[in-house]
Nanobody, 127 residues
Framework: QLQLVESGGGLVQPGGSLRLSCTTS????????IGWFRQAPGKEREGISC????????KYIDSVKGRFTISRDNSKDAGYLQMNSLKPEDTAVYYC????????????????????WGQGTQITVSS
């Protein structure tokens, strides 16, 4: 069972930056696509980004393009989401998820593709 742990959340002012990490202490993330999702209060969960297991495919929803960057470091069994120019509407609980041999070819909203999920980390963008 792959256990994912998100870290790096917190309170940030509008226009600020945060970097989320998704790590596992067991097994390896090398063969998994990593997806990032978020859920704001009163809203449905939203898929925001994906990086394929090979690392050569990345995908973003329009609202974060140019602001967020997904990456991975297989030597550390970690995935990252660099978030810049944060806005109040980015406030949500952020989750990472892993999809075995995933290539990010399906919709970012296809949460059922993912086999394992983290517990989430809160990001609050507020002045």
């Amino acid at each position: 069972q792959l256990q994912l742990v998100e870290s790096g959340g917190g309170l940030v002012q509008p226009g600020g930056s945060l970097r989320l990490s998704c790590t596992t202490s067991q097994y390896t993330l090398e063969y998994y696509a990593i997806g990032w999702f978020r859920q704001a209060p009163g809203k449905e969960r939203e898929g925001i980004s994906c990086i394929s297991y090979s690392g050569d495919v990345t995908k973003y929803i329009d609202s974060v393009k140019g602001r967020f960057t997904i990456s991975r470091d297989n030597s550390k069994d970690a995935g990252y989401l660099q978030m810049n120019s944060l806005k109040p509407e980015d406030t949500a609980v952020y989750y990472c998820a892993a999809d075995l041999f995933g290539d990010c070819s399906k919709s970012l909203q296809q949460a059922s593709e993912y086999d394992y999920w983290g517990q989430g980390t809160q990001i609050t963008v507020s002045s």
